[in-house]
């Protein structure tokens, strides 16, 4: 099992900046990649970026690439978001994920954050 932990989430206004963080624990061992997904209110959830977890790999969604850097801390068994230059289009609950060893999809996740862009 692996449990995971968001925090950092917010309200901010457009060009702002936030970092989240996403804390795991349990059978970290099993982790292969370590992701951020995001639903918008109405909309599916959806892709943000991952980057695997022993080192580097880092993959994002078009929509937010120059804005926001995923990057971890091992000793920490975290994994953090920075958010740059924010839009209101960004919007939505941020979900933390983990992709384990031998699965072809993200299979725990955490409880989510809000994140609020003001226009």
């Known amino acids: 099992q692996v449990q995971l932990v968001e925090s950092g989430g917010g309200l901010v206004q457009a060009g702002g900046s936030l970092r989240l963080s996403c804390a795991a624990s349990g059978r970290t061992s099993s982790i292969n990649f370590m992701g951020w997904f995001r639903q918008a209110p109405g909309k599916e959830r959806e892709f943000v970026a991952a980057?695997?977890?022993?080192?580097?790999?880092?993959r994002y969604a078009d929509s937010v690439k120059g804005r926001f850097a995923i990057s971890r801390d091992n000793l920490k068994n975290t994994v953090y978001l920075q958010m740059n230059s924010l839009k209101p289009e960004d919007t939505a609950v941020y979900y933390c994920?983990?992709?384990?060893?031998?699965?072809?999809?993200?299979?725990?996740w955490g409880q989510g954050t809000q994140v609020t862009v003001s226009s």
């Open positions: 994920t983990a992709l384990r060893f031998g699965e072809s999809q993200y299979d725990y």
């Open positions: 980057t695997r977890w022993s080192a580097g790999s880092e």
